[in-house]
């Protein structure tokens, strides 16, 4: 079997995956910013590296997976003013900024679930880490790359770039920055305009405030990792994971900050980044007014969708595309994959009734027939480490289906194949479909009559509302929840958000 090989972003070409201990892994992935709901984009880079996960788990290695939750701070300054999304949703939606939290953290953990993702190793919080990040900036400080003005702390980018190759990662140039990043209001405290904040002196009207040697205030963005990753990882790990979007500044930012802190190590030996999802060829975007909310993805609800579409097929069309390639959504390729995993998965089926019904170990009689398996198996093997195309993977699978179906039906015979091919075949797609890729099946939660009724109770939830019935309305809310159906009021109406 050959090697893993990965695309490591940061020297732009594949390498063999060596870990720095030897059947150990430490794996950090950039988990989501709980200001609001999980959208399709979000979907892509924690299933990406769910598959990751468990693909380096299958290979025998014992991995240390850390996926933080931004539940503070999280600035973004390319291109827009800086801001603080957590306080500023808290207040848009009356809530206190951890209560805020702690509902978009909840829907974000059920759909994760929904998606039949692993759960992390651990998953650290920012909030949970502000000594930690305060320790880190006096570093920076003392190394005589940050400096603070008025309360905040910024780092000192082009000092840094005069020892360390600032860019890198992402192919930013110091000098294009200083050309091309813009001059944003209240931010002229800044030595140049590229400096990024490590610390910001809070408002008096700033809800999440803490206190640190500079003065009463909040993390800046980037930070945050730099922290989470050193104290669970070490200082160097094997991998860091994320959205292609995230390299700059995130990813760059933390290269920065980290190497500063740690006698100029880059954290991570292996930067492994997952491109974006575009929506009928458009970026996915408020401007756009084409983002789909993962809860309006799995009940249909929202005015590009043809029909709801279940967490498995999703997760099957995010697997159809290498991670590293861009991902078009539309009604037609989210209905092919659809079809697809249902086909594949019936063939699957019928495997393992045949495993289970011809046991034994019979060489096949047919030797073209039986090269052709071997050989399909072992090319979704070679796939797979060369740099996890999941894909490629899934396109042997296509073409070994027919084969299983025929066999099936009694168009090939056991014989022909051999008892032996079969038993391969069937540990086969358990390995990929189920422990790698983590599909499972879909349950039938497309009856019609089911859906009809369902429907009904909804609308009778309504009329209920508006009546200002509440007794009524909360009662057939609260026994749907029994049952395992959770809706949730929109502004737009009532959206049918879990089915368990």
């Known amino acids: 079997m050959s090697q893993l090989k990965v695309y490591n972003s ?45 693909y380096l788990q299958f290979l025998g290695n014992k991995v240390r997976y850390v996926r933080n939750i931004t539940d503070a701070g999280h600035f973004e300054e390319e291109g827009r003013e800086a801001e603080d999304k957590i306080s500023k949703k808290a207040v848009l939606e009356k809530l206190e900024p951890m209560e805020l939290v702690q509902k978009y953290t909840n829907l974000f953990h059920w759909a994760m679930k929904q998606f039949n993702n692993l759960e992390p190793s651990i998953e650290p919080t920012a909030t949970g880490h502000i000594v930690e990040q305060i320790e880190m900036i006096k570093t920076i400080i003392k190394e005589g ?47 140049n305009k590229q400096d990024f904040a490590l610390w910001k002196s809070a408002a008096p009207e700033h809800i999440m405030r803490w206190n640190s040697p500079w003065g009463v205030g909040f993390p800046g ?65 408020k401007s756009y007014n ?34 590293r390639s861009t991902l078009d959504f539309s009604n037609e390729a989210l209905q092919a994959a659809e079809k697809g995993m249902k086909r594949l998965w019936e063939s699957y089926e019928s495997l393992k009734k045949l495993a289970q019904t011809h046991s034994g170990d019979q060489e096949g009689s047919d030797n073209a027939l039986v090269a052709k398996v071997t050989k399909l ?104 929840q029994q049952l395992g159906i959770l809706l949730k009021d929109d502004k737009d109406g009532t959206v049918t958000v879990s089915f368990e």
């Open 145 to 191: 790359y940050a400096y603070e003005v008025n309360g905040s702390v910024y780092f000192d980018v082009k000092k840094y770039a005069e020892s360390y190759p600032y860019g890198k990662l992402s192919g930013r140039v110091v000098e294009d920055l200083l050309e091309t990043t813009r001059d944003l209001e209240g931010q002229d405290e800044k030595r």
């Open 290 to 323: 084409n983002v789909i909310k993962l809860t309006e993805l799995f009940s249909g609800q929202h005015p590009l969708l043809e029909q709801a579409y279940a967490p498995m097929t999703i997760r099957f069309f995010i697997l159809q595309t290498h991670y």
């Open 10 to 54: 940061y020297t732009r070409q594949k390498e063999v995956f060596n870990s720095i201990t030897p059947g150990h892994v430490g794996m950090y992935v950039c988990g989501p910013t709980v200001s609001g709901e999980s959208h399709l984009g979000h979907a892509r880079p924690f299933i990406t590296f769910d598959v990751v996960y468990r």
């Open 377 to 480: 198996m072992e090319e979704m093997d070679e796939s797979m480490n060369d740099d996890l195309n999941t894909a490629k993977v899934l396109a042997s699978m296509f073409e070994l289906a027919p084969v299983i179906n025929s066999v099936k039906d009694n168009h090939i015979s056991i014989s022909a194949i051999g008892t032996k091919t079969i038993s391969l075949l069937s540990s086969k797609f358990k390995a990929y479909l189920e422990d790698i890729f983590g599909l499972k099946a879909e349950k039938a939660q497309d009856d019609n009559k089911l859906n009809g009724v369902l429907e009904l109770l909804i609308n009778i939830r309504k009329d209920a509302k508006a009546k200002k019935d509440y007794v009524t309305s909360d009662k057939i809310r609260n026994q749907l």
């Open 221 to 285: 963005w980037h930070i945050e990792c730099s922290a989470m990753s050193s104290k669970y990882l070490g200082t160097e790990f094997d991998i860091h994971g994320g959205g292609m979007d995230l390299m700059f500044p995130h990813h760059e930012s933390e290269i920065a900050q980290s190497s500063i802190c740690h006698g100029g190590h880059v954290p991570a030996r292996y930067w492994l980044h997952n491109n974006m999802i575009t929506i009928n060829g458009k970026k996915m975007g």
